[in-house]
């Protein structure tokens, strides 16, 4: 009867304990999930800055005698093809394809952006607007911000998804739902979002035969870089 006993008491004791383990283990993923969909919507936010300040810009841009409007076509189509992307800007998203999706369109829309401002180099009288040169300043914040918060998001989701996979947090995978989220993947030098940077001081260089309009050489002072 004694050994009864104390094997119900030690019983009782585990499934108490595994109890509050797993209540606080609970706790721990919901926390973790809406830090990452928190940490989501901070990177949706930024995106759609950059999206909301570009019909300004090719409005500013407009004003100069011909620019170059293939440029310009190439930036607003950019823009359309990511509003066609369209993720849940509350949560976190768990399909990595939707992810690179929306990751490819951005970062098409981040090279269009760096080719226009490229492209400006060759119209000193647009780059020495006040409304260019204040557009030029909010567009390197936002994508220094798209940066941060992107590694915000993927340090987030690096945290959620550890945790659905240590013990005893991975018990509580399916019987509540839990599922791991999609990572931001390292872009190929073709697709990051532009640092821009500009150099207003500097007249840009003359390019023999080059028409008005025409893109500048490589040495051009806004580019794309990781």
Known sequence: MKTLSRLAVVLGGAAVLFSLTGCGSYNQLVALEQNADKKWADVQSVYQRRADLIPNLVQTVQGSANFEKSTLTEVTNARASVGRVQLDPNKAPTDAAQLQQFQQAQGQLGNALSRLLVVSENYPQLRSTEAFQNLQAQLEGTENRIS????????????????????????????????????????????RAPTVNFNFGNTPANVPGAAPGSSPPPAASASATP
């Open 148 to 191: 941060v918060e992107r590694n915000n998001y993927n340090s987030a989701v690096q945290a959620l998804n550890t945790a659905l996979q240590t013990f005893p947090t991975n018990m509580l995978n399916k019987m509540f739902g839990f599922q791991p989220k999609a990572f931001f993947q390292a872009e190929a030098s073709a697709q």
